[in-house]
T-cell receptor, first 114, second 112 residues
Framework: EAGVTQFPSHSVIEKGQTVTLRCDPI?????LYWYRRVMGKEIKFLLH????????ESGMPNNRFLAERTGGTYSTLKVQPAELEDSGVYFC????????????FGEGSRLTVL | DQQVKQNSPSLSVQEGRISILNCDYT??????FLWYKKYPAEGPTFLIS?????DKNEDGRFTVFLNKSAKHLSLHIVPSQPGDSAVYFC???????????FGTGTSLTVIP
C-alpha cells in the first residue's frame, strides 16, 4: 500500500512568487493534516481536513496560505506571495477517521524562499 | 507558546545502554501522547503511543512512561542500537482530537 506522498520534495523560489505543494494521503484516510517545521523548531500544526472539509485551520499563519482538498482525496497548499519566513519543511500527514490513531507522514516538501 | 517541550536538543548513548528521552507538556487537556522517530530527509514515523488512562506502555525495546501529575513523559530505549540514531519527537493531542502538538525534537546518537 502506498504511503503519504508529497510533491515537490524541494522547491526554491524567490520572495513574491507562488508555490503549490501537493499531498496524496493514504487511500481511505479521511483525516489529512498539514504541518510545517522551520529549522530546529517544533513541527507546527497548520490545518486539518476531514474529507473535503476544513476541520481546523487555526495554525495557518496568514491569508497568504490557502489549502484545498477537493473531493476529499489529495490536498494542495498554496503560498502566494511567498515570504522569506515561509521557508521550512512542509509535512502532510493522514490518518483514519478514529480517535487515538497514529498519523502517517509524508517525506515532506522543503521550501526555500530567497 | 509551546505546549509540548523537549528540553534536550541532543543525546549521545553507548550501544547497548539505555536511552531516555524526555518530554514535558503544559496543557492538562492532553490525553493522548505519541513518540515519532525521524531520519534525515524522511517524514516522521510513528513509534509508540500512550493514552492518559495508562502510565506505561511497552513495545519491544521501547517503553513510554507517563506521569500526569508532573505533566511529563519519557521514552526508554533498551538496549540502544546504532539504527536508533534519529530525531525523536514527542506529540500530544487534546480529548477533542483535532490536532497534534509536537515538541522540537531530541537528536539521539547511539555510538557503536
Amino acid at each position: 500500500e502506498a504511503g503519504v506522498t508529497q510533491f515537490p520534495s524541494h522547491s526554491v523560489i524567490e520572495k513574491g512568487q507562488t508555490v503549490t505543494l501537493r499531498c496524496d494521503p493514504i487511500s481511505g484516510h479521511d483525516n489529512l493534516y498539514w504541518y510545517r517545521r522551520v529549522m530546529g523548531k517544533e513541527i507546527k500544526f497548520l490545518l486539518h481536513f476531514v474529507k473535503e472539509s476544513k476541520q481546523d485551520e487555526s495554525g495557518m499563519p496568514n491569508n497568504r496560505f490557502l489549502a484545498e482538498r477537493t473531493g476529499g482525496t489529495y490536498s494542495t497548499l498554496k503560498v502566494q506571495p511567498a515570504e522569506l519566513e515561509d521557508s521550512g519543511v512542509y509535512f502532510c500527514a493522514s490518518s483514519q477517521l478514529q480517535r487515538y490513531g497514529e498519523l502517517f507522514f509524508g517525506e515532506g516538501s522543503r521550501l526555500t524562499v530567497l | 507558546d509551546q505546549q509540548v517541550k523537549q528540553n534536550s536538543p541532543s543525546l549521545s548513548v553507548q550501544e547497548g545502554r539505555i536511552s531516555i528521552l524526555n518530554c514535558d507538556y503544559t496543557n492538562s487537556m492532553f490525553d493522548y501522547f505519541l513518540w515519532y522517530k525521524k531520519y534525515p530527509a524522511e517524514g516522521p514515523t510513528f513509534l509508540i503511543s500512550i493514552s492518559s488512562i495508562k502510565d506505561k506502555n511497552e513495545d519491544g525495546r521501547f517503553t513510554v512512561f507517563l506521569n500526569k501529575s508532573a505533566k511529563h513523559l519519557s521514552l526508554h530505549i533498551v538496549p540502544s542500537q546504532p539504527g536508533d540514531s534519529a530525531v525523536y519527537f514527542c506529540a500530544a493531542s487534546e480529548n477533542t482530537g483535532n490536532q497534534f502538538y509536537f515538541g522540537t525534537g531530541t537528536s539521539l546518537t547511539v555510538i557503536p
